[in-house]
């Protein structure tokens, strides 16, 4: 095999203390993981301490600052290990970036540290029962209640992480006349009243990962907390 030249003597370093921490705090739990269909909230917290979740976030939001591979080189050795169950690259690799380029100071400040301690779990609501990778057909829908909040209606399926999830992106129509352009990205937070769990659906391999419904009975999420860039949220 020809030795590959992408990965620096750090990376390196990096995925044998990554190794480490997969033997000792997920590998022994990880079927049990599988049977129930989700991971412990603790082992996030173990990851974040140990400076696994959010590597590439600006240290100032309490990443490290580091290239893009140190993420790669877990989800290779999270793929080895068959630790499937992990949902940490879509958590720090998807849904930390958005916050970092759409969000507010505000948000940024709020939430990013929090991920990166694995105190807060993030997750990404897109697809839709019968929508699938349709966004322009999204049912899910935002509306200003003239008192400074949205009001979020609608349902999602598909959601990694989305059982654990502490705060989920949700894509809604805030202007359906208007199409791309009036599809916004509403964060809403566990324990907001009217947001839901469904089920955990259960799938062919990804077993331990917490893949879910979502529903949301009219929501009530601060404009403030709305993370789509403030021209797109105040044109709707
Ligand atoms: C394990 C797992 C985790 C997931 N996690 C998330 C998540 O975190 N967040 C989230 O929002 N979603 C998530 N999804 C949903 C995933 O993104 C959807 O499965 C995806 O959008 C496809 O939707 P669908 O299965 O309904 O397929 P469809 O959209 O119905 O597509 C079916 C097939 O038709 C093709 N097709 C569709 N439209 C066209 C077109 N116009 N022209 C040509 N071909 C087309 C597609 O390529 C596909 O092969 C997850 C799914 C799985 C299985």
């Not at 909230?41 to 490290?64: D, I, N, T």
Request: aromatic share 8%; hydrophobic share 35%.
């Amino acid at each position: 095999m020809i030795p590959r030249k992408l990965f620096s003597p750090e990376h390196e370093e990096f995925r044998a203390s990554f190794r480490r921490f997969l033997e000792k705090e997920v590998i022994p739990h990880h079927e049990a993981w599988e049977e129930r269909g989700y991971v412990d909230r603790e082992v996030w917290q173990k990851a974040g301490a140990h400076g696994f979740l959010c590597p590439s976030m600006p240290e100032q939001y309490g990443g490290a600052g580091a290239d893009r591979l140190y993420s790669m080189v877990m989800m290779e050795e999270t793929a080895k290990a068959r630790t499937t169950g992990l949902g940490f690259s879509l958590h720090s690799e998807i849904v930390a970036p958005y916050i970092l380029k759409y969000g507010s100071e505000e948000q940024k400040a709020n939430y990013l540290p929090r991920m990166a301690r694995g105190e807060i779990i993030g997750a990404i609501a897109m697809s839709e029962p019968g929508v699938g990778s349709d966004l322009q057909s999204v049912k899910t829908s935002a509306v200003k209640d003239g008192e400074g909040c949205y009001r979020v209606n609608g349902a999602k399926t598909f959601i990694t992480n989305g059982w654990n999830a502490d705060l989920v992106i949700t894509v809604a129509k805030t202007n359906p006349a208007l199409g791309a352009k009036g599809t916004s990205l509403i964060l809403v937070e566990r324990g907001m009243p009217g947001f839901e769990r469904g089920k955990r659906l259960k799938k062919l391999g990804l077993k331990a990962q917490d893949t879910s419904e979502l529903f949301f009975d009219n929501v009530k999420v601060p404009e403030a907390t709305c993370s789509a860039p403030r021209a797109r949220a105040s044109s709707t």
